[in-house]
């Protein structure tokens, strides 16, 4: 069907005919017709956000998609009256389907909306998988990230990984709509790519990757259980906790005093600075490397009358066992081809900000350096360390993160249950979106905000979509598409536990 142009006379009634059998007409456009939407009476069902395609007199097939449905009738009050009081009434009704269009492709493979109107009374069909794949751009390809297929269609909606990686990327949903588990979709997407990632973990929810998922009935999307275990490594503060990581340790010789205080908690900083700076200089003048507790011993054996306070923080800091002789290091975090996990579960909240933004700062100077591969760094819970209001440790290096890493091949994967408690100078960077439910007012205004391309009428999906369907924005898409989220390969780490 690509490429076709079809004359008026090429338009007549035995024309239609045959097309009626090969697509199945559903309607005919009436009233007012312009260039970018239409309006058809509905003759056969169709369902809201399905694919129509309409002959134009210039162009020939164009696509177009249902963005609200209505039922017009002629019931007034009075006849209303009548059926209340048990009457029978003629009740005259139509349904009617307002089209948005999205275009047709030129010869060179542009998208584009015709340029004049379409003609009242011509026949409304649903749409072809063919065309429905050349407007969209869906090609029968496995290059991409394979996220599931359209909805209503046996069409494989593949994501550009260069687009997500080069422009960031966010997965927003309410708690229980399937946020960790699509992202876990794309994670594994990427791992079959050799896509280099770091994924920050508060709850523990991703070592699940390692592990195949069930057997499930997956003739639909041609998926079968599999775990990536042998392309992933786990780092964690509190190994202890979780077994299967490695220590992620940091010398305390790495770390900025007044950072070193803020994780002590000083209320009165400045106090303290001076000694601290003291003991630190006079270690690392006479024996190189230092850890925490020779600083304790040092400030202990110098008997100032402010350091005691100093060094009960510092005691404190060393129970949480952060800090060793020898740290992580940071090339075998960053893995060429492979996902390292910052598995946090366990680590107090002011704590995760502290690690997050250590890792990722220095990830980013490294990477401007190309002392690292290019990669992309999720960020699960990421209203936890980037927040519209208020300030946490890694704040700033989010904001420098969305707004220059793309530059340096750094992507950022922000993962929330709430759009609306992330920094606004973050979010908006993502320029690939996938929208699962999202109920809450102030939460749709902020995803509004940040989607180009989205009609009226999936604005209001969005508080609707069953478990399992997404509205993805971006990566290479021309369009806003509903999609039906493919199952995972792996097991699901962010599944509801039964209390019952």
Known sequence: MDGIRLTEAELGEGTLAEEEQSYGRVGVTFGDVGTTSLKFNVSSPVDKGEYIQIAHPDIGWVLGQIDKIERQSDLSVEKAKELNNGNEVDIDDTVIATVNIIGYRDDDGLLRIPGNPFRAGEPVYLAEEDLIRN??????????????????????????????????????????????????????????????????????????????????????????????????????????????????????????????????????????????????????????????????????????????????????????KLFAGKGSRLDEIVNEGRASIINLRGTPPDMQGF????????????????????????????????????????????????????????GLGIITQRPAKVDKNVLSQCNTQIILKVSNPNDLKAIEKSVEGMTKGMKEEISRLPVGEAIISGAGLSEPLLVQVRPRETQDGGESVSVI
């Open 355 to 410: 690690i997050v933004d250590k890792l990722a700062s220095s990830i980013f100077e490294l990477r401007k350096r190309e002392k690292v591969p290019p990669l992309i760094l999720f960020a699960e819970e990421a209203h936890n360390f980037c927040p519209q209001r208020g300030k946490v440790e890694c704040s700033d290096t989010f904001r420098t993160l969305a707004s220059e890493g793309r530059k340096f091949g750094l």
């Open 135 to 320: 407007v969209l751009g869906l090609k029968r390809t496995r290059e991409g990230a394979f996220i599931g297929k359209l909805r209503g269609h046996d069409i494989k909606v593949n994501m550009n990984i260069n687009a997500i990686a080069q422009k960031h990327l966010s997965v927003l949903a309410k708690t229980g709509s399937g946020k960790s588990y699509t992202a876990g979709v794309l994670i594994e997407e990427m791992l079959k790519n050799d896509v280099t990632m770091v994924i920050l973990d508060p709850h523990g929810e991703y070592s699940s990757l390692a592990k195949p998922g069930k057997k499930r009935d997956s003739k639909k999307f041609d998926i079968e259980p599999r775990g990536y275990g042998e392309k992933i490594t786990e780092f964690s503060p509190n190994p202890e906790i979780n077994k299967d990581a490695q220590p992620l340790k940091f010398t305390f010789r790495s770390m900025d005093t007044k950072e070193i205080l803020e994780m002590c908690g000083m209320s009165k900083r400045q106090t303290y600075v001076n000694s601290l700076e003291n003991a630190k200089s006079k270690l690392a003048t006479t024996q190189g490397d230092f850890t925490i507790s020779e600083v304790i011993r040092l400030l202990k054996g110098n008997e100032e009358d402010n350091s005691t306070t100093l060094i009960k923080g510092l005691e404190r800091l060393k129970e949480k």
